[in-house]
């Protein structure tokens, strides 16, 4: 069944928790779409995967190549549906989730900075339409540990 999670980010830097997710997320078999709003941004977040961390390799691609159908996790910008056929989203800096979009997932991922006001503020309004049809549980990083903060069932 889908499930939303919302990461509102901290200490933790983003690539980092974004290597996280996925590569649990790819270990399930699923395929990833990681959705921002700007080209730039994901270009710069695709070059701090690559980077990794410690010996950890974690498969993807920047989409626009001719392989986007074949990568386990695809850097997008924009609305869906990614061409790698996503069974998991991620959603970064205030991309759009639809909520028909996120209930055919298994997972969606909206990870947000909470020191930033309009930030914030999309956050909850994700809250707001995606409880609804979806179980959904809210995380914050405090002083570099994720403590589950919200939890609530559809409807």
Not at 6 to 15: E, K, M, R, V
Request: net charge negative; hydrophobic share 45%; aromatic share 8%.
């Amino acid at each position: 069944m889908a499930q939303a999670l919302f990461y509102q980010l901290g200490a933790s830097p983003l690539a980092a928790l974004v290597a996280t997710l996925a590569t649990r997320a790819l270990a399930q078999g699923w395929r990833v779409e990681l959705r921002g709003t700007d080209r730039a941004r994901m270009e710069q977040l695709d070059g701090q995967l690559w980077l990794g961390q410690g010996d950890g390799f974690l498969p993807h691609g920047l989409c626009g190549g001719p392989a986007d159908a074949r990568q386990p996790m695809l850097l997008t910008h924009g609305k869906g549906p990614a061409a790698n056929t996503p069974m998991a989203l991620m959603a970064i800096d205030a991309a759009e989730v639809d909520p028909a979009e996120a209930a055919a997932l298994q997972r969606v991922w909206v990870i947000f900075d909470g020191a930033l006001p309009e930030a914030l503020e999309h956050a909850r309004a994700q809250w707001r339409q995606l409880s609804e049809i979806l179980p959904a549980q809210y995380w914050s990083d405090v002083g570099g540990r994720w403590e589950k903060k919200a939890e609530r069932a559809p409807g």
